[in-house]
């Protein structure tokens, strides 16, 4: 008997990201994330396209995907509430609670997701952490804060590095820099985030605890599970 070959990474993705469709509700507006994972849902999407009204993306690079498959985009500011956010995560712990931001959208992200009565992550199960931490933390800083910002995170034992592109700091979408905390162990996820909201020049902290995942997709090598917080 041959044994079968594991999914990757890759193929994962893959069958989170359709997964993620039973939380569509017909004729309704979704809220899209950002990042591989999410690519992998917006292809699934196209598959089911006539059925979405429109979607409030997170980034310019989820816009243009979205409106290559020919759904519509529509600005936060004319969409009340949406009935569901997906998005994926760096981390994600028992509680829900998550580290976003490993592409940089997390600022636009937890806009869009406030709007939403439930937030579904979905995620291979590489993402799965008993404490979030491990992953650097993204932090979108004010550029004239940032070095302020870094030496902060020194108090708590953690080491801010700026993110760069090309050697030069990455510049958001909404024109800002990000620093990448490492050295945090992140036990108190609602604190924690709170207190860094609180410094000046601090845009978003990458910390998804306030806004924490309602449910989340996993795959792993068993196939999807649905973890509910
Ligand atoms: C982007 C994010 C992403 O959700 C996170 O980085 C996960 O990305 P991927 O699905 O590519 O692993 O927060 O800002």
């Known amino acids: 008997m041959t044994t079968p070959t594991p999914l990757t990474q890759d193929e994962l993705k893959t069958l ?7 939380f569509i509700v017909p004729g309704d507006i979704v809220g899209v994330g950002t990042g591989s994972t999410v690519n992998k849902f917006i292809d699934a999407l196209a598959t089911v396209k006539d059925q979405v009204r429109g979607a409030v993306s997170s980034s310019v690079a989820s816009t243009e995907r979205l409106r290559a498959i020919g759904i519509p985009v529509l600005d936060a500011n004319d969409v009340e509430q949406l009935s569901v956010y997906v998005d994926g995560a760096d981390e ?15 600022t636009r992200e937890k806009i869009v997701a406030a709007l939403a009565r439930q937030f579904v ?23 004239m804060a940032a070095a302020h910002i870094a030496r902060r995170f020194g108090t708590l034992g953690g080491k801010a590095t700026l ?24 036990t ?21 605890a306030h806004q924490k995942a309602q449910v989340c997709l996993l795959g792993t090598a068993q196939g999807v599970k649905t973890l509910r917080y």
């Open 188 to 208: 108190d996820p609602l604190a924690l985030e709170s207190e860094i909201n609180q410094w000046p020049g601090v845009v978003t902290v990458g910390i998804f």
């Open 92 to 106: 994600i712990d028992g509680q829900g609670h998550m580290v976003k931001g490993g592409g940089a959208a997390l």
């Open 163 to 186: 993110r760069l592109k090309e050697e030069q700091p990455l510049v958001t979408d909404n024109g800002q820099h990000i620093l990448d905390v490492t050295g945090l162990s992140i």
């Open 16 to 22: 989170v990201g359709q997964a993620a469709l039973q």
């Open 121 to 143: 992550c979905i995620a291979d199960e590489s993402k799965l952490v008993a404490t979030l931490g491990r992953f650097p933390l993204p932090v979108e800083v004010i550029p």
